[in-house]
């Protein structure tokens, strides 16, 4: 028989953001919180049943619609600095914080797996003591009550909603445990990792409503080769955009010099011809009326890899520091340079993931793409089509292409300002159209690892 997991919201809200940003509320509850949950709950020799688990198919999730909420503040941080500015903590400061959660229509939400014969009923009753243990899902303001069981007839309650996994593309990217997935959340916890470096693309599995028509392929967003984005954000000065190669180049020997041996062919790219490989980039303020192209933080691009790779990088990214401060020194700069690992942090915006991963149709550059042929004809719409597919993206509609930034703050280089490597070659700035919408990061051309070939995707109606 199918087994079940009811959770009840106790406080009738849902207070979570999603898994890749932080910044949009997940809805409906997602199975690999909840496994997260339970991890979190369970002692050593409770851990057969959760690996148990992990192995069964994703679960159906039953739920009722939810609306949105955001709420705004200033928080005390927890880092200590030298000029603290808060009135009651010494050498604390004042955060501002935004936080996003759900309102559903009914507070009761049902997990059904099809596939629960395989789960003895010890292991049942193991999962279920497990589950009356966890106080709350997301965050702490929302409590919930967890119980499994097993159920001969799996109809949901009156009003709740059903979805269901599929092959191919759905409605909802619904974050699901996976076999292996309790060893990483364990690895993690033991190497002072936060759990959400867990929920790679691995984890990501297409949903949709019971009985729904599915919706037309050309309308889904086409995903990114770039699953993982690491961003770095300066503290202080902020450095022009003229120098993104020069800063780049010294991020990229920093994580190469801090990650553990032998380093993943991914992270320096020798031997993987035609396969993406760890791109470093910097990510300017651009795209709005008064940009300047000052470099609000610098970011790291991690393709599609298994976890044990991902980790080594992410750990070689951040370091050792508790505080996920990084220093950088950039030769030829004087002194060093720190970089602040705030994934939380909603402004600026510039120094969010969700600035650079859209979707959307039209997406602009903001550092020039470096084209990796010389073109034929001189056809560079051509050339820069090619370089675009190279990147792992779909052929555009329409490519716009100029020798001056399209969009407000964009960086302008000049030859000798180009990355070592892609010096001597043509490069452009593009607007480039897609026929569906494309999620980001966008990197394309020659200079895609680099800093250079970094895109910022545009909204019709948006304010430049």
Same mark, same amino acid.
């Given at each position: 028989m199918p087994i079940r997991l009811d959770i009840t919201l106790l406080s009738g809200r849902y207070d979570a953001g999603d898994g890749d940003d932080p910044h949009a509320a997940e809805w409906p509850p997602h199975p690999a919180r909840v496994f997260?949950?339970?991890?979190?709950?369970? =002692?050593?020799?409770?851990?057969?049943?959760?690996?148990?688990?992990?192995?069964?198919?994703?679960?159906?999730?039953?739920?009722?619609?939810?609306?949105? !909420?955001? =709420?705004?503040? !200033?928080?005390?941080?927890?880092?200590?600095?030298?000029?603290?500015?808060? @009135?009651?903590?010494?050498? +604390?400061?004042?955060?501002? +914080? @935004? +936080?996003?959660?759900?309102?559903?229509?009914?507070?009761?939400v049902q997990f059904d797996w099809p596939d629960g014969d395989a789960l003895s009923d010890g292991s049942l009753a193991c999962l279920d003591r497990l589950a009356r243990r966890v106080p709350y899902l997301g965050r702490s303001t929302s409590p919930a009550i967890l119980i499994f069981s097993r159920v001969r007839d799996p109809e949901p309650l009156p009003g709740l909603t059903t979805y269901e996994p599929v092959e191919g593309p759905g409605t909802a990217s619904i974050r699901v445990p996976y076999p292996g997935y309790l060893d990483e959340l364990d690895a993690l916890h033991e190497a002072d990792q936060p759990a959400w470096q867990a929920a790679g693309a691995r984890s990501r599995r297409s949903y949709r409503e019971a009985g729904a028509d599915e919706e037309a392929p050309g309308r889904q967003p086409v995903e990114s080769p770039y699953p993982d984005l690491v961003v770095l954000r300066f503290v202080g000065w902020r450095p022009p955009g003229s120098l993104v190669g020069r800063f780049t180049e010294a991020l990229r020997r920093k994580v190469m010099g801090q990650t553990e041996e032998p380093l993943p062919p991914a992270l320096h790219?020798?031997?993987?011809?035609?396969?993406?490989?760890?791109?470093?980039?910097?990510?300017?303020?651009?795209?709005?009326?008064?940009?300047?192209? @000052?470099?609000?933080?610098?970011?790291?691009?991690?393709?599609?890899?298994?976890?044990?790779?991902?980790? +080594?990088?992410?750990r070689g990214i951040l370091g050792s520091d508790p505080n996920r401060s990084v220093s950088l020194y950039v030769p030829g700069i004087h002194g060093s340079f720190e970089l602040q690992y705030s994934p939380n942090d909603p402004l600026p915006r510039s120094a969010t993931v969700t600035r650079w991963t859209g979707p959307s149709h039209t997406w602009v550059s903001v550092t020039p793409l470096v084209l990796d042929r010389y073109p034929k004809d001189r056809d560079l719409a051509s050339a820069a089509t090619t370089s675009l597919v190279q990147a792992g993206l779909p052929a555009p509609r329409e490519v716009e292409l100029s020798k001056q930034p399209m969009t407000q703050g964009a960086i302008r280089l000049r030859p000798d300002e180009l990355p070592e490597r892609c010096r001597g070659r043509l490069y452009t700035h593009a607007r480039v159209m897609f026929d569906q919408p494309v999620k980001g990061p966008v990197l394309a051309g020659a200079g895609r690892y680099f800093g250079v070939g970094l895109f910022a995707p545009e909204k019709e109606g948006e304010q430049r």
């Open positions: 997260s949950a339970l991890r979190a709950v369970a =002692a050593d020799d409770e851990l057969a049943p959760l690996a148990e688990l992990e192995r069964l198919s994703p679960p159906l999730i039953h739920a009722s619609a939810a609306g949105e !909420y955001r =709420a705004r503040g !200033y928080v005390v941080t927890n880092a200590r600095e030298r000029k603290g500015t808060h @009135q009651n903590h010494p050498a +604390r400061t004042a955060g501002f +914080r @935004q +936080r996003f959660g759900s309102l559903p229509y009914d507070a009761r790219g020798h031997g993987l011809p035609g396969v993406p490989h760890v791109a470093y980039l910097g990510l300017p303020f651009a795209g709005y009326e008064h940009a300047d192209g @000052q470099l609000m933080a610098l970011a790291v691009a991690i393709p599609g890899l298994d976890r044990a790779e991902r980790r +080594r990088i992410l």
